[in-house]
């Protein structure tokens, strides 16, 4: 039985791996840096590049275990094997649950997922207070319930990355039956996994016996939610931008990066001080920090397929709604008339001239700019805490990620 | 007999009505549900329009009476009996889905079930036991804490949003006599309205601020998607599926009542015994409602139901009555394996379970549990609720949609 289960997810592994080898990970690009100048904040730092991958891996080793949720626990619990089983009928076809699946295997370490990190690090850099020695991984330096919530936060992140993956099934949308067929078992299979996940974060949270936190925690599952409905959208739920003559773009940009990631991680970082016994004004600085770091590192992914340097693909897609284009058509709202061609499918735009006309305006430079406000934010945060390993870790990630 | 019967209920649809008058906002809803669950007239010409759909089937009345002529006096309505906790459920759940999004289509998506329209089967449980339990606790009646109203109404929103969800998965057209969500609108959207149903629920949950309720009523969502993933497979053997069956069926029906009647329970401050007692009751209760519901699938039409007939089928799903039918028909078992999906499997097992004893033994079993429920329900302190509590279980095993 166990072993079946087992095959079946290296199965599905392989055929995945079949699938990622021509494509060049996105992700990759990301970790390209330039050794640029470092700023003032990069005292602690190491003496080497601020290598991402290196920032992450260190601050991996000083929190214990890596705390991505595909670990052996995971792998072997009754419904992921099942998940895995049923995801292997899907090889083969287009269904977005894929991609989001082979970004939970392959781009674990270098995408959101280092989000339960994140949590686990500003929780040993705060410490805790009065609590429990019993509750204390003590090699880590964290709270078995500060593990425990940093899972919640990968779990919540990645159910709705997954309910975001289905396919709006309209009459006519899929002329094949087969492919309806197709994207039916999709949309199936990806509304249980994403409940599965769900339904574990409730029970995870309810075995932490805080009300507090479990009330924080289901109002970030609440905002993702939102995030949903936040303005103009295509069949496929894609968003679009707002007529720039009808709002700002920042806000909206801060509005949608705050729904769909920034709240999320905010609250994961004040619920881990809340857990150590911090007061709710300390543990409010956590908020604060989370909200800032999870912005400056959406506005960093937004730089992407702008950058000079860039191993975007010209013409293929990027979103609509990321700060740089959203900054151009505050400067010059004629782009507006280029974006409403997707007003359907985001897929009619052409992304090859709107990329080459944001690329030579100011969208990139303001952009950068709203990246540094936001990493400086959560910097100062950081300044509040006392020097220790997780501290550095810290800004050792936030350094790195301005040099990407 | 079934014609006796019916001349019996009616009189006491009569009886009913008038102590409906008292209620003036809740009349019209109530009527309405006594008419589901004693008006065999009509539901019996309702089969006869099935029958002319769906060849082979055979008269309701067939299974109606296998069973004694032993209906209760219905003097107790379970519904009338908390109707002052329960005429607001869907109100309040609007206003708290209202208070937690500025987002106007969110709210219109997330509140389309409750219009009042569903069965209240949960709420009306949890407000059903928490005022009999109050009363076999401090041996007098006092109106419900707000803890206790408050889960009876998280029981409803977690339900519907878990229907929401089923609506996605099974591609549905029809619900409670209305286009189903995901017609309306796309599935995304509908997918983030069950999450985000949930999450208000959770935190409806995480104020009631009682660490053993939270912990009891997060066990629900485990259950019910485990028990969403029991239903895609369905390669067990044939000794293993009737097991499979029931425990999916408690892990989709039962597993919330009765979790959500043991943390009522809790709140009422119940020892273990007694905690135990509220969890069984629920549970029996939840299985013989399921039960009755996949043989409604089989022998009620589409228009009673709000739904389509012999869906359950249409769906690749076995339940009890094919099950049953296929100790008989031995060749529903390949049909079983195809999840029905081969043309005429659908109409052939439709025929084969009503020609077998399969409908018969499906009420049998859903009998056996509501006799189960009784029992535990009759260990309770009299009064009005513990009545309430006994009629409720002829109403799950009565009813006709």
């Known amino acids: 039985m166990l072993s079946s289960k087992v095959s ?52 991996e080793k000083i929190v214990g275990y890596p705390t991505s949720f595909l670990s052996l626990r995971w792998l072997l619990s009754d419904e992921i094997a099942n998940v895995a089983l049923h995801l292997r009928k899907l090889v083969g076809s287009n269904h977005p649950l894929l991609k989001t699946a082979k970004g939970l295997l392959y781009n674990g370490k270098n995408n959101m997922q280092a989000w339960g990190l994140i949590v686990l690090l500003l929780s040993k850099a705060a410490g805790h207070l009065n609590v429990n020695e019993m509750e204390e991984d003590k090699a880590a330096g964290v709270l078995y319930s500060q593990r425990a919530l940093a899972e919640v936060t990968e779990m ?114 004040e619920g881990t001080l809340r857990l150590a016994g911090h007061s709710k004004e300390f543990s409010k600085e956590g908020y604060k920090f989370g909200k800032h770091l999870a912005l400056a590192w959406q506005a960093c992914l937004d730089m992407e397929p702008f950058m000079p340097s860039s191993q975007h693909t010209s013409g293929v897609g990027f979103s609509l709604v ?42 990139l430079a303001m952009t950068k700019r709203l990246r540094q406000e936001h990493s400086q934010k959560a910097m100062e945060v950081l300044a509040a805490f006392e020097q220790n390993d997780a501290r550095t870790a810290l800004s050792n990630i936030i350094v790195a990620m301005g040099e990407l | 007999m079934a014609c006796l019967g019916s001349v019996r209920l009616c009189a006491r649809v009569e009886k009913l009505c008038q102590i409906g008058q008292n209620a003036q906002v809740r009349r019209k809803a109530s009527s309405v549900k006594l008419k589901q669950f004693v008006d065999l007239p009509l539901t019996r010409s309702a089969v006869k329009s099935c029958q002319t759909a769906v060849p082979g089937s055979r008269l309701l009345s067939s299974v ?61 449980l949890c407000l059903l036991l928490s005022h009999a339990l109050n009363f076999h606790i401090h041996k007098k009646d006092k109106p419900l804490p707000e803890a206790q109203r408050r889960v009876a109404m998280i029981s409803e929103m977690v339900h519907s949003a878990s229907l929401i969800h089923d609506d996605v998965i099974d591609c549905s057209d029809f619900r409670r ?82 979790n959500y009647l043991k943390a009522e329970s809790m709140l009422a401050g119940a020892d273990e015994g007694l905690t135990e007692l509220a969890f069984q009751y629920g549970r029996n209760v939840g299985l013989a409602f399921q039960l009755v519901d996949d043989l409604l699938d ?71 549990h509501c006799v189960e429920a009784q029992r535990l329900a009759e260990r309770i302190a009299e009064s009005p609720y513990q009545k309430g509590l006994l009629v409720v279980t002829d109403l799950v095993l009565n009813r006709m949609k």
């Open chain 2, 298 to 368: 089989f022998v009620a039409s589409s228009s009673a139901l709000g739904k389509p007939a012999a869906a359950d089928l249409k769906l690749g799903l076995a339940t009890a009555p094919v099950l049953f039918a296929c100790e008989k028909y031995p060749e529903l078992n390949a049909m079983i394996m195809r999840r029905f999906q081969e043309p005429g499997d659908v109409e052939h097992a439709f025929e084969l379970v009503h020609k077998s004893q399969g409908l018969e033994q499906t009420q049998f079993l859903a009998r056996k």
């Open chain 2, 177 to 258: 006599g209305k286009p189903s969500v995901n017609v309306l609108w796309n599935h995304k959207k509908v997918a983030m309205s069950g999450d985000f149903i949930l999450a208000v629920a959770s935190i409806l949950i995480a104020r009631i601020n009682n660490d053993d309720v939270t912990i009891c009523l997060g066990q629900v969502l485990t259950d019910l998607v485990q028990g969403e993933f029991m239903q895609l497979g369905s390669k067990e053997t044939e000794n293993e599926r009737f097991t499979h069956y029931l425990t999916k069926t408690y892990r989709k029906t039962a597993s919330l009542i009765a």
């Open chain 2, 64 to 124: 109606r009476s296998q069973q004694p002529g032993s209906l209760p006096e219905y003097r107790v309505d379970p519904y009338q009996l908390v109707d002052d906790d329960l005429k607001n459920v869907h109100f309040d759940i609007q206003e708290e889905l209202r208070r937690h999004t500025s987002h106007d289509e969110l709210y219109t998506i997330a509140q389309y079930y409750f219009d009042g329209q569903g069965k209240c089967l949960r709420p009306m």
């Open chain 1, 156 to 269: 919540i992140r990645t159910s709705h990355l997954v309910h975001k993956g289905l396919v709006n099934i309209h009459p006519g949308l899929f002329q094949e039956g087969a492919v309806l067929n197709d994207m039916t078992f999709g949309n199936k299979i990806a509304l249980l996994s994403g409940d599965y996940l769900l339904s574990n974060c409730c029970v995870e949270l309810a075995a932490l016996r805080n009300q507090e936190i479990t009330e924080l925690m289901s109002s970030a599952v609440r905002d993702l939610t939102e995030s949903e409905f936040v303005g103009q959208r295509d069949q496929q739920n894609n968003p679009l931008p707002t007529n720039p003559l009808e709002g700002s773009p920042v806000e909206e940009w801060t509005l949608r990066s705050e729904l769909s990631g920034g709240r999320l991680l905010g609250k994961s970082c």
């Open chain 1, 8 to 59: 079946g997810f290296v199965a599905m592994r392989g055929a995945l791996v079949a699938r990622t080898l021509t494509a060049r990970p996105a992700c990759q690009a990301l970790l390209h840096t330039d050794g640029g100048q470092r700023g003032a904040v990069t005292q602690h730092a190491h003496n080497t590049k601020p290598d991402w991958n290196k920032a992450v891996s260190e601050a």
């Open chain 1, 322 to 363: 990321s700060a740089p284009v959203l900054f151009h058509l505050e400067y010059d709202s004629s782009l507006y008339k280029l974006i409403q061609a997707g007003a359907e499918n985001v897929n009619d735009v052409d992304y090859a001239e709107i990329q080459s006309i944001v690329s030579k305006g100011p969208g």
